[in-house]
């Protein structure tokens, strides 16, 4: 199977990689809804449910039969990779993820994002930043061990760059049959 044949693809990877972008555009060309999981984690005031609560919402969200997801909550990985037919894994490096995270702080301060629940409006957090700029470091090799097991029963994408997602996009249009 071929990602564009995909009715349920994960999308993963460090805060600020451009995991809800990369998501709203295979979203266009797949025409598949998206979950974007922070809208369904946080609570007003960025409150974090309770994680039986958390894991039955998840197990909801990953019983439908088309999405695109966009989140890491890894501690999560193996219900999701489960139920995926084809993950990618977003791998940018850590000062590019802070760029953005601060960029993106800057553009939407005082705001609320789409892809985020209500009453969590977007402000400079530097524990945030800090969390950013380590999860390479923390998470990387956990990740890829993960991964390394589901190459051989679904597809696997690990895009590093820019470029790679622009071309990854280019392939995914002239692949995909409606």
Known sequence: MKISQANRILVIGCPG????????????????????????????NWEEP??????????????????????????????????????????????????RVLKRNIKYNGTKRSDMASGCVESFDLSFLKFVFMFNNVNRLNIYSMLEKQMNIKPVKILKNDREVKNFL?????NFVP
Not at 68 to 94: H, K, T
Not at 170 to 174: K, N
Request: aromatic share 14%.
């Open 17 to 44: 990689s451009g995991k809800t972008t990369l998501s709203k555009k295979m979203a266009k060309i797949l025409d598949l809804p998206i979950i974007h999981l922070d809208a369904f984690y946080h609570k007003p």
């Open 50 to 99: 309770k994680k039986d609560q958390w894991y039955k919402v998840l197990q909801d969200l990953v019983k439908r039969k088309l999405w695109i997801m966009d989140g890491n909550y890894a501690e999560s990985f193996n219900l999701r990779f489960l139920r995926a037919d084809a993950i990618i894994y977003l791998d940018y490096s850590s000062l590019k993820c802070c760029y």
């Open 170 to 174: 280019i392939e995914l249009r002239a």
